[in-house]
């Protein structure tokens, strides 16, 4: 069970948690003018990191708050938990 | 039976107790400090199962968690507990015990026949022979099952309690052995908070067995200084009868605490439970799991009185128990002394060392040498004979140069125990789970841990660390720097001397070549409690299968109770040398939590019941519903009245009446499950455009709108209706199951797409009783209730909503129906529900006003047409197929409208909305039923769609069913078929989905 460090709360057990999937996919701002490829790219296609992957956690049990988490998908350790708005730490997005 | 086979000195027992017990039925006794398998054996007892497959007799192979054999069912009624190891059940006075394997009787087995035929039950069989036809599988799999035993469920309600604790350390050691101990030592005396968590009844581990001197005290004596010292430090935690079963993500581990299980049932201080799960977060982790034997393998190696050398020596100086009058040690490495001499000090004949190596250690010879036992060097035992009673006599055969022969077969030696020693696998259980990857070291020949992935270390034989004096330096290093690591340094430990022998290397021994006695059918086991063999193995690499996750499911090999911890590094090591590659390269199976059995009692802990296992969420008016002997529902946590029998009447009958009398004259629904929604701000009726696919800015204040939630897929996610409380304040009603995830997805939305939108949600789904009042009496009886609104048509339109008093109580009003009838639903306070509902069943008695419930309510929507989500949508389904294009905007942005016109939501032929009537009016199709073109079809025939509703509508005197129907919108008129389970085909007519008031005059009115 993952220790996840709540921006608001502190660091809580997974088990208060709710995954969010990947972190940074925007909404498009004009889905109408997209194409088919263009909106299921949106919709369906994600990176399937192997490593360093941002993806979002909803403190469910906690504050209810969306926030984004840096987590190794291979040793599961979390580098960094930053607030929705925010850039990753160390650049990139 | 006498207790012929218990020393008069020695071990850790006390002589001067008896604990009485019975196995299998028969009266025993034994000692404090006997566990059920040493008092048994003590006793004579030789036999203690029969094997899975085969049903060979089985006796005790282990002396801990390891052991295969002796399984166990301990207890009666609903203290009962399956499956129990014989080796790890300590003794209480009246202890009943029972063999799980061996129906009818250990000494006579149907399932031994399987033993005579066993050339037809390869690896595999089960798959092969059982699985195909499905029908057969379902014939025999009653008798397999019960011929394979292990154990029985109790069928009484358990009368104990469990608990769970949860715990942060700075040190957690998963180990009370000499590595464990002096780890917890040094991590103490820095300061740190440990946990030192032990399996066995007493802190030692090896110690407990073994004759070497610690600084020139005996092992238990260290014990005792040591373990004193422990619990001198405040911040210290022993759990003894304690096993780490789990090593989760971010130094997670579980522990499971046996509190009450060695005194029996209703012994115990009252107020202990009987099991206790801790889930620890630790800093710094020390695994000092140790190491466990590994069996050789040979012939018949199953034969009870083939022991680990470890478990012979056990028996011998902890238990005193010397577990025959005879016996010989076979081994690849210098351990197997060890046996020799405690078998010759307990009065036993030692009639042979076989040792596989030519060059055993000097010091163990040594040893060995002031005792007459004649040391084959160089040989193995490629056989054993067995009688009545178990081992008779071995084989003893010369090898090749290589081992990898019999050159000369050398005799016949009778003996009634064989202490076997493979070597040792180091423990890397936890490790592995830790998400360690163990590798394998070819010089020691067993797998060791790998580089730590997260914040553990481990130490001494679980780490390939053999010797006493490295167990105990490593534990101290690895307590003292996991210690430093937590915030604690400063740890010390002196490592006392300690006089050992200098071991010799072992030389890796996988397979003893057939002898002079083998080849007539006996077997050479790998899995003695799955009854795999080597043969098995070599069966699956011929048949094609390389990775040792594949071998293991075909095979079965590590899928006991045991889960492998004696065989599975013999069989990958087998497998290894049929496809020619090294045990490194074919590699572990992955170990999974849980090291062993945890029982259920444990895992759900105090969450039981209705209150703490999942809660029930009952409405206000539950109680009332209660008395009128309401059939409830679950739908989500909530109970909702499902209908309200009266005497002698079935469902079928309470809900006919029930759904003429709502249209024929007043019904009321508890409608206080649906979910609810307070949404605030400035920006609201935006962010509703954004979420629902109609339009919002228009709705004025007392207006209520049904709309359509969509997931981005453009698929129906949710529904209900929506009113506008005051400009910027609406409340939104969701599905009864849908509330929780629609108040999650819309404060996911406003959180991370659009935290510019200034809106405020909250859940008032608690906050307020709804109640119903649907048919043509509903404003009458509202009148009669006293309402202080106009209720009138022109006052009081459909789709508005008005504050009120009812019956004087403060109150939302609303015309909203979801049964087509003129309805009224009313909000009120929580706490006034129950009144108020109680008020209108009064006003309503001389229009026989009737309760209904959710069946009813199910059958009136759907002689409406009106669609429940989740039942007549499935995640696949669009507004489009539902026919309700009209509550599509065309003109704005929501969420899923893109996805409307993408290629597949746009083709011609998905699954729509239709109405079925049945051309027999009787007769009521099952839910789920499959339709077809036609009555008979070249197969595959093609699944145009299914029924999603269904019921006998008494209003219209047929059966009517909804179904969503491969391009359905354009086939009305036509036929389609149901093909039902029992085989018969129901011919129905595709028709409009609104069966009743189509121009819906009635809800309007
Ligand atoms: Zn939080």
């Known amino acids: 069970m993952l220790k996840i460090e709540c921006p608001w709360c502190g660091e809580r057990d997974q088990e208060e948690f709710q995954y969010g999937g990947e972190a940074h996919i925007v909404r498009p701002e004009r889905p109408d003018t997209l194409t088919d490829e263009q909106w299921a790219d949106y919709l369906f296609n994600r990176a399937n990191t192997k490593g360093v992957h941002a993806e979002q956690w909803c403190h469910g049990a906690g504050c209810r708050r969306w926030f984004n988490v840096l987590r190794d998908t291979v040793s599961y350790v979390i580098v960094a938990v930053y607030r929705p708005g925010e850039n990753p730490p160390g650049g990139g997005e | ?1005």
């Open chain 2, 1 to 1005: 039976m006498s207790t012929a086979r218990r020393l008069q000195r020695g071990g850790l027992i006390d002589r001067s107790r008896r604990i009485r017990f019975s196995f299998n039925g028969k009266d025993y006794f034994g000692h404090p400090g006997d566990t059920l398998a040493s008092a048994l054996l003590a006793q004579g007892v030789r036999i203690f199962g029969r094997s899975f497959k085969y049903h060979r007799p089985r006796g005790i192979v282990g002396a801990g968690a390891e052991e295969p054999n002796a399984l166990v069912q301990v207890g009666e009624g609903g203290f009962s507990t399956p499956n129990l190891k014989a080796t790890q059940v300590e003794l209480y006075e009246g202890l009943t015990a029972r063999t799980v394997n061996g129906w009818p009787n250990l000494a006579f087995d149907i399932g031994a026949i399987n033993n005579r035929l066993s050339r037809l039950l390869p690896a595999g069989f089960y798959y092969k022979t059982f699985m195909w036809p499905r029908s057969a599988w379902m014939r025999y799999e009653r008798h397999i099952r019960r011929a394979a035993g292990l154990g029985h469920a109790p069928s009484l309600p358990d009368p104990d309690h469990y608990d769970k604790r949860h715990a942060h350390f700075d040190v957690f050691i998963a180990g009370g052995g000499p590595t464990g101990l002096t780890a917890a030592l040094g991590a103490a005396r820095a300061g740190a908070r440990v946990l030192l968590v032990d399996e066995q009844t007493q802190l030692g581990g090896s110690l407990l067995f073994s004759p070497v001197l610690i600084g020139g005290r005996t092992g238990i004596e260290w014990i005792a200084e040591l373990e004193a010292e422990l619990r001198s430090f405040p911040e210290v935690t022993i759990l003894s009868r304690s096993t780490v079963t789990g090593y989760y993500d971010h130094n997670f581990l579980v522990v499971n605490q046996r509190r009450t299980d060695h005194v029996g049932p209703g012994q115990a201080e009252p107020r202990l439970t009987r099991e206790r799960l801790w889930r620890v977060r630790a800093k710094q982790v020390v695994i000092a799991t140790g190491a466990i034997e590994r069996p050789l393998v040979f012939d018949a190696n199953d034969t009870p009185g083939v022991m680990l050398g470890s478990a012979v020596s056990t028996y011998i100086r902890r238990y005193a128990v010397s577990p025959g009058r005879s016996g010989a040690v076979f081994t690849n490495n210098d351990s197997g002394y060890q046996s020799a001499l405690d078998m010759a000090s307990a009065g036993m004949e030692v009639r042979a060392i076989v040792d596989v190596r030519k060059r055993p250690g000097a010091d163990v010879l040594a040893a060995v040498s002031t005792y007459d036992i004649p040391i084959y060097q160089g040989y193995a035992v490629p056989s054993v004979q067995s009688g009545l009673q178990g081992l008779k006599r071995i084989e003893i055969a010369k090898l090749s140069p290589c081992g990898e022969d019999i050159v000369s077969h050398k005799g016949l030696v009778d003996c009634q125990v064989l202490a076997i020693s493979g070597g040792w696998s180091p423990a890397v259980h936890l490790h592995s789970q830790s998400g360690g990857r163990p590798r394998y070291d070819a010089l020691k020949a067993c797998f060791v841990p790998g580089r730590p992935v997260q914040a553990e270390r481990s130490a001494g034989a679980c780490a390939g660390s053999f010797t006493l004096t490295a167990c105990l330096r490593e534990g101290a290093d690895a307590g003292i720097s996991a210690a430093a690591q937590s915030g604690w340094p400063g740890g010390y430990v002196d490592i006392p001397a300690v006089e050992e022998s200098v071991q010799a290397p072992l030389q890796p021994f996988w397979e003893v070549p057939a002898g002079a006695l083998s080849g007539n059918g006996v077997k050479k086991f790998l899995d003695f409690q799955n009854d795999t063999t080597a043969s098995d193995i070599r069966l699956a690499a011929r048949e094609g299968y390389r990775s040792i996750e594949h071998v293991k499911r075909y095979t079965a090999l590590g899928f006991g109770t045991d889960q492998g911890k004696l065989g599975n590094i013999n069989g990958l090591a087998i497998l290894a040398k049929t496809l020619g590659k090294s045990p490194g390269e074919v590699g572990t199976t992955t170990f999974r939590p849980n090291y062993t059995p945890v029982t259920f009692g444990t895992v759900a802990g105090r969450t039981l019941g209705e209150q703490l296992f999942d809660p029930v969420r009952k409405t206000a008016i539950h109680a009332w519903h209660v008395r009128r002997g309401a059939s409830f529902e679950n739908v989500g946590q909530w109970k909702r009245p499902w209908f309200y029998p009266r005497d002698g009447e079935d469902m079928h009958a309470a809900v006919n009446r029930e759904c003429l009398a709502t249209r024929n004259g007043v019904g009321v629904l508890d409608a206080s499950t649906l979910g609810k929604i307070d949404i605030r701000g400035p920006d609201a009726a935006r962010f509703l455009n954004l979420l629902y696919t109609n339009n919002w800015d228009n709705l004025q204040p007392g207006r209520c709108r049904y709309g359509f939630m969509l997931g981005e897929d453009g698929m129906v996610m949710d529904d209900g209706v929506t009113t506008c409380l005051a400009p910027g304040h609406f409340l939104m009603t969701t599905t009864t199951g849908g509330a929780a995830a629609v108040l999650t997805w819309m404060e996911r939305w406003l959180q991370t797409e659009w935290p510019d939108l200034k809106v405020y949600l909250t859940s008032v789904t608690d906050q307020w009783s709804v109640m119903s009042v649907a048919g043509p009496c509903a404003r009458t009886v509202l009148q009669r209730v006293g309402c202080d609104l106009d209720l009138g048509g022109d006052a009081f339109p459909f789709m508005s909503m008005q504050v009120g008093q009812v019956a004087g109580i403060p109150a939302r009003i609303s015309r909203i129906s979801f049964s087509g009838e003129l309805a009224f639903e009313i909000s009120v306070e929580a706490n006034q529900g129950l009144a108020l509902w109680e008020t209108i069943m009064v006003a309503g008695r001389d229009y026989d006003i009737t309760p209904y419930g959710t069946e009813s309510m199910h059958v009136l929507r759907a002689e409406k047409g009106y669609v429940i989500v989740g039942q007549d949508t499935d995640g696949s389904v669009t507004p489009m197929d539902l026919g309700m294009d009209w509550i599509v905007s065309k003109k704005k942005d929501f969420i899923g409208k893109r996805s409307l016109s993408r290629s597949d939501t746009e083709r011609p032929n998905r699954k729509q909305l239709v109405g079925l009537k049945t051309q027999d009016p009787s007769r009521v199709l099952p839910e789920g039923a499959q339709l077809v073109n036609s009555r008979q079809e070249a197969q595959p025939v093609p699944m145009i769609g299914h029924v999603s509703s269904s019921y006998f509508s008494a209003n219209l005197g047929r059966s009517i069913a909804l179904a969503l129907v491969k391009g359905g919108l354009s086939r009305m008129g036509g036929t389609i078929y149901a093909h039902l389970m029992d085989g018969s085909v129901v011919p129905a007519t595709i028709c409009e989905p609104v069966f009743f008031d189509p121009e819906n005059q009635r809800g309007k009115s």
